[in-house]
């Protein structure tokens, strides 16, 4: 086991992963920039280093600074968070080129998955459900036109080395094909210098479901069921869930066996997120995240697993501490994203908090790096909190929700806790009966008329 592990990462995650550290034993090194030597994460881990000035550019995203941090320190091992260079081969292969472990999958499957193309190729040869589309790239205009008729339309046009809905386009008929086109392309090649694209039937009115899987790179592999992450806004969730609750038992052992299957035979190597569309019964694959990622707390709190801790151990080399049949579902979970943002309006809201309360009591996690007193810095993620509720049915956790969002103070910049006030009077969060348009729609219809 290591003595001493990195986090390449600043905020609510890096005191996740601290926190996991400290009950394993293991010394904790923040590094931080210099907008951030106040910041909590370097108060609480073991020890701090400064890597660089204000922009992500020069400080969380420089490879060389934290290599520097590790030789100095004498970490052994990087827990990269989410964001920043959680998926960057490039930066995994430096860390092993410097006998250093990255605490996290291998280069070769982060590249694999960074590929939307190559993503969907090995998880159709894994025996993954896919949206139906086109075998690989379309390399022109015609053969895009030639597929649309094919498939029937809408579809929709994917860059490959897109993610996060940028360089998607949607064709409603062939009139539209041209510039769907042409657009996804130029999209593709002016945000990731790659202008590849492939074709999808594209999906109505799908739910957004996610299946956490973890493995130990030998081959072993489980499933830790879903998360519906359909309540976003411009590609960023707010609201997520687990289990779905629209997934039944049978669904979920079915989807979950596949996943843990495919990630199995490639000898995936720690937490990975296989995304899909969930439409009228059918699970359609669009993604693979080959990170921790944000919404990690609803999985651990309905399966009772410390996620990092798990993956430590595995890049570590130790065996999983459970098997798929030690796992077993406990009640229902939320969380919810509070955002240092305006609300309706949505707009960055950087700044001093004159007031700090975390909501608490029976079956509430309040994972923030917040403390009264401490400002905001306009350069990074608007994040500041997800609040993760547990209980023994969803109505429990719905609940909960409502009463510890009452009990959450933050003062002195505005949040978008009003939205989830304004969303617990909603007939539809509480039957559960929403798609990836529910919040967009819902916002416009309630905000902006
Ligand atoms: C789709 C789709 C409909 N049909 N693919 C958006 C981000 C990227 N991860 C994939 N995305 C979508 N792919 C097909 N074939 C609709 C979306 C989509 C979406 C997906 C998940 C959550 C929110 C979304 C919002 C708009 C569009």
Not at 393 to 403: C, F, K, Q, T
Request: net charge negative.
């Amino acid at each position: 086991m290591f003595d001493k592990i990195l986090i390449a990462n600043r905020g609510e995650i890096a005191l996740r992963v601290i926190r996991a550290c400290r009950e394993m034993g293991i010394a904790s090194v923040a590094v931080h920039s210099t907008a951030d030597a106040d910041a909590m994460h370097v108060r609480m881990a073991d020890e701090s280093i400064c890597i660089g000035p204000p922009p992500s550019s020069e400080s969380y995203l420089s490879i060389p600074a934290i290599i520097a941090a590790c030789e100095v320190t004498g970490a052994q091992a990087i827990h990269p968070g989410y964001g920043f260079l959680s998926e960057n081969a490039g930066f995994v292969q430096v860390i092993e080129d410097h006998g250093l472990t990255f605490i996290g999958p291998t280069a070769e499957h982060i590249r694999i998955m960074g590929d939307k193309i190559t993503a969907k190729e090995t998880m159709i040869d894994l025996g993954v459900p896919c949206v139906p589309g086109s075998e690989g790239g379309v390399p022109d205009l015609a053969t895009a036109q030639k597929l649309g008729e094919e498939m029937g339309y809408p579809v929709i046009i994917k860059a490959t080395a897109g993610g996060g809905g940028r360089g998607m386009k949607v064709a409603q008929t062939a009139a539209d094909m041209e510039s769907a086109f042409m657009t996804a392309r130029a999209e593709g090649k002016a945000a990731f210098g790659n202008d590849e694209v492939y074709i999808e039937k594209y999906l109505q009115r799908p739910r957004h479901i996610e299946i956490q899987v973890f493995g130990d790179g030998k081959g072993n592999a489980v499933h830790l069921g879903e998360r519906d992450c359909s309540l976003q806004r411009r590609h960023q969730k707010v609201f997520e869930e687990a289990p779905g609750p629209a997934i039944s038992a049978e669904e979920r052992a079915e989807i979950g066996r596949v996943c843990a299957d495919a990630v199995a035979r490639i000898n995936y190597i720690g937490a990975g997120t296989i995304e899909f569309l969930y439409e009228d019964g059918q699970f359609y694959f669009i993604e693979m995240n080959t990170r921790l990622q944000v919404e990690h707390p609803v999985t651990e709190a309905i399966f009772g697993v410390d996620l990092v801790r798990e993956q430590i151990r595995v890049a570590s080399g130790l065996p999983m501490s459970f098997a798929q049949d030690d796992l077993e579902i406990n009640g229902h979970a939320i969380e919810v994203r509070i955002n240092a943002e305006t609300f309706p309006g949505f707009a960055p809201h950087p700044g001093k908090i004159t007031a700090y309360h975390a909501p608490g009591g029976l079956g509430v996690r309040m994972d923030s790096a917040l403390y009264q007193g401490y400002s905001i810095p306009p350069y990074y993620d608007s994040l500041i909190g997800k609040l993760i509720v547990h209980g023994r049915d969803r109505r429990e956790a719905l609940a909960r929700l409502h009463r510890s969002l009452g009990e959450l103070i933050v003062d002195g910049v505005e949040t978008t806790v009003p939205l989830f006030h304004a969303l617990m009077a909603e007939k539809d969060i509480h039957t559960g009966e929403y798609n990836i348009h529910w919040l967009e729609r819902w916002l416009e219809r309630e905000f902006e008329s």
